[in-house]
C-alpha cells in the first residue's frame, strides 16, 4: 500500500525508543543505562556489583543466549519499560556459542564464528530488537565497550563488538551515545564527529553533560532525555496535524472555486480568489494541475494581451497557465 509521508504520524503516542551507549571501563555506562524509564537490567556481563547499591535494579544475569530468550516473555515485563542488555558484546558472545551448538556449520575448529555464522548472528540479532521493541514494546538500551581503533594519524573510537556485526547493532538504533570525560565531566555525545559514529534525532543531539549523582541524586537522566525525545516526536505530530488541516481546507476551497468555472467569465471571475488562497505543503501544485484539466476542458484560452481568459475562437493561441497562487 502506497502511503502519504503525512500519514505516518497520525496520532500522539510515547515511542518506544532504542539507543545504544558506547565509552570505556569504568566510565558509568550501565548507571546511565540503568536511568531509563523502568528498567530491567539483563546483565550478561555479571558486573552489577560494579554499580552502587541505590542505582541496582531488578536484573537477569543469563549465562546463556536460551536463558534470555526464556526470560524475555510477556508475562515477566509487566512492571519494565527498558530493557538494558549490559553489554551488548557479551550478549553477541552468547549468540556465538547458541549458533553454534544449534548449527555446527556457522562455527570454526578454533570455535570462533564462521562467515555464515557472522551472518546468521547478525540476522539474530536484528530478530531480537525486532521483537523486543515491536512485540514486546520496550525501549531497548544497549551498551557496548568502546575500543580504539588507528585511523591513519587519528584515533577513533568503535564499539566493541565482533567482525560484521557492527553495521547489524547499529541499524535499529535511534540514538547511540558515546560517553567520554572531558576535564571533570561526563559527557555523552549524539553527533557525528571524527572520533566516533554517533545517532541523534528529534532534539537529541551534540554532547551532553552528565550529571554527577550523589546519595540523594536521582538517577533519572535517560528518563528525562526519552521525555524530550518523546515531546519533539508530540509536537512534529501536532505541526503535521494542523498542516494537513490547512491543505486540506485550501484545498477544498480550490476545487470548489474550480467546480464553479463553466465559462471565460466564470474563469475569470474565480481568478483573484485562486491567487489569494494560502497553499501549503502541495496544495498549489496539485490545484493548478486541476485548473488547467478544467480550462482545457472547457477549451477555453489565456489571451496574453488583456490577462484574461477568453473562448477559444476569441483568443490569440497560448499556454494555459493556472494563475499562480500566493504563499508557499
Not at 524509564?37 to 556489583?49: A, E, Q
Not at 554517533?198 to 546519595?215: F, H
Not at 488562497?277 to 482545457?296: F, P
Amino acid at each position: 500500500m502506497i502511503r502519504n509521508p503525512s500519514d505516518l504520524n497520525s496520532k500522539v503516542e510515547e515511542k518506544r525508543i532504542r539507543m545504544l551507549i558506547a565509552g570505556f571501563p569504568g566510565i558509568g555506562k550501565s548507571t546511565l543505562a540503568l536511568s531509563a524509564p523502568r528498567p530491567l537490567h539483563i546483565d550478561v556481563d555479571f558486573g552489577i556489583d560494579r554499580i552502587a547499591p541505590r542505582y541496582r535494579v531488578p536484573y537477569i544475569q543469563p549465562r546463556d543466549y536460551q536463558e534470555i530468550l526464556d526470560d524475555l516473555k510477556p508475562e515477566n515485563l509487566t512492571d519494565f519499560d527498558t530493557l538494558v542488555f549490559d553489554t551488548g558484546g557479551k550478549l553477541i558472545s552468547l549468540m556465538s556459542i547458541w549458533a553454534i551448538k544449534r548449527e555446527p556449520k556457522y562455527g570454526k575448529r578454533d570455535g570462533s564464528l564462521s562467515l555464515p555464522g557472522y551472518g546468521f548472528i547478525g540476522k539474530e540479532f536484528v530478530r531480537l530488537m525486532d521483537y523486543c521493541f515491536y512485540e514486546l514494546r520496550k525501549n531497548i538500551i544497549m551498551v557496548f565497550h568502546a575500543v580504539e581503533e588507528k585511523d591513519g594519524d587519528n584515533t577513533k573510537l568503535r564499539i566493541k563488538v565482533e567482525g560484521q556485526t557492527k553495521n547489524n547493532v547499529w541499524e535499529p538504533m535511534d540514538l547511540g551515545g558515546f560517553m567520554e570525560m572531558v576535564g571533570q565531566n561526563r559527557t555523552i555525545g549524539f553527533s557525528n564527529c571524527e572520533r566516533y559514529f554517533a545517532k541523534g534525532t528529534r532534539g537529541v543531539s551534540g554532547v551532553m553533560r552528565i550529571p554527577e549523582l550523589d546519595a540523594n541524586s536521582p538517577n533519572d537522566f535517560l528518563t528525562k532525555l526519552f521525555a524530550t525525545y518523546n515531546k519533539a516526536n508530540a509536537d512534529e505530530v501536532a505541526k503535521l496535524a494542523a498542516e494537513k488541516e490547512h491543505y486540506n481546507s485550501v484545498m477544498a476551497q480550490g476545487r470548489e472555486l474550480i467546480a464553479n468555472i463553466e465559462d471565460a467569465a466564470t474563469a475569470n471571475a474565480a481568478m483573484s480568489s485562486f491567487k489569494a488562497l494560502d497553499s501549503i505543503l502541495t496544495s498549489k501544485r496539485e490545484l493548478n494541475v486541476l485548473w488547467n484539466q478544467r480550462i482545457k476542458k472547457l477549451g477555453l484560452q489565456f489571451d496574453a494581451p488583456t490577462g484574461a481568459y477568453m473562448d477559444k475562437e476569441d483568443a490569440i493561441p497560448n499556454e494555459l497557465p493556472a494563475p499562480a497562487q500566493e504563499g508557499a
